[in-house]
């Protein structure tokens, strides 16, 4: 499996679109494989979820994300766990550990990360 964290630093970004980048851990038999970082190509509707898709990512990890994101993710096979918080180490353990659920967290403003992961 092939999770993709959104990350400002080491903490897990409230704003999907505007992050840094993007930790991408390759998961298997409940171990990280493989970790790389990948830089945030560029905010503009609709692109991430279509460039997350084509590095063959199965699920994405944020605080928030728009509504619009989220539904071109899931047209594509890929699943959301929104309404994470925290250091990216510790996020990806409780996913792997199953203790991260998510809480369908919706940014529905484009101010900027203040206002998103609520």
């Known amino acids: 499996m092939k999770v993709a964290v959104a990350v400002d630093g080491k903490i897990v970004s409230q704003h999907f679109g505007h992050c840094e980048g993007f ?11 493989n970790r790389i970082f990948l ?22 990890i944020s605080g928030g994300m728009g509504s619009t994101a989220q539904m071109l993710f899931n047209q594509n096979g890929v699943e959301v766990i ?13 996913f792997i550990n199953g203790q991260l659920e998510s809480t369908d967290e919706v940014c529905d403003k484009h101010e900027h990360s203040e206002e998103c992961g609520k």
């Open 23 to 33: 930790e991408i851990f390759h998961i298997k038999d409940k171990k990280i494989s």
């Open 39 to 60: 830089k945030n190509p560029g905010h503009r509707p609709g692109f991430l979820p279509k460039f997350l898709s084509e590095k063959a990512v199965d699920l994405v």
């Open 82 to 94: 929104t309404g994470a918080r925290g250091n990216v180490d510790d996020v990806i353990d409780s």
